[in-house]
């Protein structure tokens, strides 16, 4: 596999997508730091779980060595993404955090569903 600007991508630490799919997990684990100790085990837990989820999944298809399986997965962390997109959404109307931090997670939710879409559609040709 090889990005037409980068060298030849060997792991899935080269992707992209992998690597801002990072940065967003790890915003949003500052962002549910933040939430009411009532929430430790409710939208705090499950909010890290899907954020988690995306990075692992793109890794996780790439570690399969298939294109299919690789496609699947990215799939899979489209779906955790969706997933992060609706928690986030409830955390900004629950008021938790700033009203900016959800609202810059989720432009970063989109603009990584984009890349998502890009590299899934680039492996299916």
């Not at 630490?13 to 992998?18: A, G």
């Not at 997965?73 to 938790?96: H, N, P, V, Y």
């Not at 009203?99 to 899934?120: F, N, S, Y």
Request: hydrophobic share 40%; charged share 25%; proline share 4%.
């Amino acid at each position: 596999m090889e990005d037409k600007n980068r060298s030849p991508i060997k792991d899935y630490r080269d992707l992209v997508v992998w690597q801002e799919a990072m940065d967003l997990a790890v915003a949003v684990y500052g962002l549910a730091s933040g939430f009411p100790d009532s929430e430790r085990f409710g939208l705090s837990t499950q909010i890290r779980r899907a954020a988690v989820s995306v990075p692992s999944n793109i890794a996780e298809g790439f570690g399969r060595a298939s294109r299919p399986s690789f496609i699947q997965f990215l799939r899979i962390a489209q779906g955790s993404l969706k997933e992060l997109e609706t928690q986030l959404e409830l955390a900004r109307l629950l008021d938790f955090g700033s009203q900016e931090l959800p609202g810059q997670l989720l432009a970063d939710c989109e603009r990584l569903g984009k890349r998502l879409v890009t590299l899934v559609r680039s492996l299916q040709k």
